[in-house]
């Protein structure tokens, strides 16, 4: 299973899209928000009900985290100490973690890059502490995924299902786009 994590302010495209190709791949996930409420709105005022509150996850039994950027959405997953404290641990462990747009900065604020490749959101890249910026659509490296943006949101997703259920299944879903 995946924990896709909502805050106020994130990018509905970013978040959705890596729901649903998820899904069509049939690998498990499920959104956290880290508001008081299930219930998150994005960036552009679309709530979005959450399956779980953050206090009732189990990342014993998660596989990877995914952060969708988004203003202010990105600042507070940053702001949100015991988020960031699950992170480190969950990367620690040894478990991916993927992020897109400005979200990225997350991980460079939680000391998680250690000289990998990685992109942000155009203009951000002064963000990305420790990290080898690549200005890419999106980077595999190691078990850090990275996206610039949201418009390459498809191809984010389609990189955790890549890295989660191999080649193939990435393709099926893809084709089943028409894209």
């Known amino acids: ?36 409420d299930k219930v ?3 960036a552009h005022g679309i709530g979005v009900e959450s399956d779980i509150l953050f206090r009732y996850m189990e990342p014993e039994r998660c596989e990877m985290f995914v952060l969708p950027g988004g203003m202010p959405g990105t600042v507070n997953l940053c702001n949100h100490k015991a988020f960031n404290e699950e992170l480190k641990n969950f990367a620690a462990s040894g478990k991916p973690v993927a992020a897109i747009c400005a979200a990225p900065m997350v991980f460079a604020k939680a000391g998680l890059f250690d000289g990998h490749r990685a992109t942000i ?3 951000m890249e002064d963000e990305l ?13 190691d078990r850090i995924i990275t996206g610039r943006g949201p418009g390459v949101a498809i191809d984010f997703a ?18 089943g786009l028409q894209g």
């Open 40 to 42: 998150v709105y994005g």
């Open 158 to 175: 389609l990189a955790i299902i890549e890295y989660l259920a191999g080649k193939e299944r990435a393709e099926e879903v893809k084709n």
């Open 121 to 123: 959101y155009p203009g």
């Open 129 to 141: 502490v420790n990290a080898v910026s690549t200005g890419e659509k999106v980077v595999v490296d």
């Open 1 to 36: 299973m995946l924990y896709v994590f909502l805050a106020h302010g994130f990018e509905e495209i970013e978040a959705l899209t890596v729901v649903d190709l998820l899904r069509r791949a049939e690998i498990q996930v499920k959104t956290v928000s880290l508001m008081e």
